[in-house]
């Protein structure tokens, strides 16, 4: 099995990849699964659920919707860290975390890209 990424937004009609996806669509040799953006209301309910050190968490949550866009990926790993509101720097947070799980096979990432 391979799996495979890409972000609607970022890959135009003419990029190769729609027509390689195309052609293994009508192949049936892969599905798709579209994933949308959190809502804020969907952040709030993470960062209510989640273990996160804030003195307001409804702040937090607010703060989470604005420099993820709702991107669960930017969003959980930068909550799952207990980065309070005033030390989130976003972007620098996820290279972070994205380079410590590389690095780390036995993290629950490095292992499934061999």
Do not use: C, K
Request: net charge negative; charged share 25%; hydrophobic share 45%.
């Amino acid at each position: 099995m391979i799996a495979g990424t890409f972000r609607e937004e970022d890959v135009g009609r003419s990029h190769p990849l729609r027509a390689v996806h195309q052609d293994l669509r009508a192949e049936q040799f892969v599905t798709t699964l579209s994933l949308m953006r959190l809502s804020p209301a969907d952040v709030e309910d993470i960062v209510a659920r989640m273990p996160v050190a804030a003195a307001d968490p409804a702040a937090l949550a607010r703060l989470g919707y604005q420099r993820s866009e709702g991107n669960p990926l930017f969003l959980t790993e930068a909550l799952r860290d207990s980065v309070a509101a005033a030390e989130w720097s976003g972007s620098e947070i996820l290279r972070a975390a994205i380079a410590s799980r590389v690095d780390s096979p036995s993290a629950g990432g490095g292992g499934s890209a061999e």
